[in-house]
């Protein structure tokens, strides 16, 4: 005799927590933030048509906590207007790379007595780089880019590619699919400069 079992519902308690007291019955509204769509999908259960959304995609650059030059790096992120846990958009049509993508690598990648000389300086994290150290920022951000490429595409063969046209899961796949061509393509742009530089 086999049994089967009926697995429990899914149980979901949400919190809100407001700005400041609204009155009864007052129409409150939230926000989902400026997110792409993996992220919308993957926390929210939702996408926007892909065609409504900002070219690119957003990916997360983070300093290692652990890491004894931790502090200087996060004061010096600090005072040039970025966290130790930033977003940053990477646009796929562009031959740039975000100058600010750029700065928190070579921040990332300051040991803690360089990162403490540019906290005694007028312009943190803004003296231009030796070839050593700019070279060693792009690694950063190339290893960063080509897992962010890998893992996207390890996604994508977990999705059934008989997909029906036009369907939620169809459009997430469109999205990765464009991940992962936005992620090799800024790390071809990275390979660029370092292919200069080591000229």
């Known amino acids: 005799m086999s049994q089967t079992s009926n697995p429990k519902p899914l149980s979901l308690n949400l919190k809100h927590r407001l700005d400041r007291d609204y009155p009864k019955g007052a129409e409150v509204l939230g926000s989902y933030g400026q ?12 996408i926007l048509d892909p065609k409504h959304q ?14 004894s030059g931790f502090e200087a790096r996060r004061r010096v992120l600090e005072g040039v207007g970025l966290a130790p846990r930033d977003q940053f958009r990477v646009n796929p049509h562009s031959e740039e790379l975000d100058p600010e993508l750029l700065q928190f690598s070579r ?8 990162a403490e000389g540019c906290l005694s300086s007028d ?6 780089l030796t070839k050593g150290p700019e070279l060693k920022a792009l690694g950063f ?7 962010e490429a890998s893992s996207t595409a390890n996604k994508l063969r977990l ?39 080591g000229d």
């Open 159 to 197: 999705l059934d590619p008989n997909l029906e046209p036009g369907s939620p899961f169809a459009m997430a796949k469109t999205l990765l699919e464009r991940r992962v061509t936005g992620a090799e393509h800024a790390a071809g742009l990275v390979r660029e400069k370092m292919r200069v530089l």
């Open 54 to 67: 900002r070219d690119g995609f957003a990916t997360e650059l983070a300093l290692d906590e652990e890491d």
């Open 107 to 114: 921040i990332a990648v300051m040991t803690p007595d360089e």
């Open 35 to 46: 997110r792409d769509n993996e992220e919308l999908l993957l926390q929210f259960g939702f």
């Open 123 to 128: 312009s943190p994290g803004l003296k231009p």
């Open 141 to 147: 951000l190339l290893k960063h880019l080509t897992s």
